[in-house]
T-cell receptor, first 113, second 112 residues
Framework: SQQGEEDPQALSIQEGENATMNCSYK?????LQWYRQNSGRGLVHLIL?????REKHSGRLRVTLDTSKKSSSLLITASRAADTASYFC?????????????FGKGTHLIIQP | DGGITQSPKYLFRKEGQNVTLSCEQN?????MYWYRQDPGQGLRLIYY???????QKGDIAEGYSVSREKKESFPLTVTSAQKNPTAFYLC???????????FGEGSRLTVL
């Protein structure tokens, strides 16, 4: 099955800086989602962007989607120590997630105080 | 409070034993999912169910079994046929028309 690939695999920045993570995927999608996972915990949904959308904002999060390049980016502005986590992109092929989402391997983000 | 409850949080198993992981949700979601996560890896889909008494195999169903007798419950059995069962197991649910998954806190299975 197709899978999103996040880049970079790991990212370490200073508190207050912006963090950018990228996701590439292989086939046409219905929507793309970003999730956060704190160590040893379940995933938490951050944002969903549909295939006909190009940009979406939610608080300090900004997601872009370029379907021609089959890629998405997640920008976290003014990072905080609490943003330290792994971030995953997930693609939805069927719409509504009925057949499950396909996840990438994630970007591990460390915010240095 | 609405949510998804997985139990147990930690489970140790001897080789050759079957174990069952519990997943219960009170969100009235139609669809439920089981994912497996290995260290440094993404999530891989084991089984999913869109309605009661029906379920489909995901990408890595071999060595696992599930049931969906109630809308709220979707237990996963890791059988002795699963060659490498040590992993972190995550249950999720959603309304089929929204796509956003809600996850439980996970169950970590270790085979001794």
């Amino acid at each position: 099955s197709q899978q999103g690939e996040e880049d970079p695999q790991a990212l370490s920045i200073q508190e207050g800086e912006n963090a950018t993570m990228n996701c590439s995927y292989k086939t046409s999608i219905n929507n793309l989602q970003w999730y956060r996972q704190n160590s040893g915990r379940g995933l938490v949904h951050l944002i969903l962007i549909r295939s006909n959308e190009r940009e979406k904002h939610s608080g300090r999060l900004r997601v872009t989607l370029d379907t021609s390049k089959k890629s998405s980016s997640l920008l976290i502005t003014a990072s905080r120590a609490a943003d330290t986590a792994s971030y995953f992109c997930a693609t939805d092929l069927s719409g509504g997630g009925a057949d499950g989402l396909t996840f990438g391997k994630g970007t591990h983000l460390i915010i240095q105080p | 409070d609405g949510g998804i409850t997985q139990s147990p949080k930690y489970l140790f198993r001897k080789e050759g034993q079957n174990v069952t992981l519990s997943c219960e949700q009170n969100l009235n979601h139609d669809a439920m999912y089981w994912y497996r996560q290995d260290p440094g890896q993404g999530l891989r889909l084991i089984y999913y169910s869109q309605i009661v008494n029906d379920f489909q195999k995901g990408d890595i169903a071999e060595g696992y079994s599930v049931s969906r007798e109630k809308k709220e419950s979707f237990p996963l059995t890791v059988t002795s046929a699963q060659k490498n069962p040590t992993a972190f197991y995550l249950c999720a649910s959603t309304f089929t028309y929204t796509g956003e998954l809600f996850f439980g806190e996970g169950s970590r299975l270790t085979v001794l």
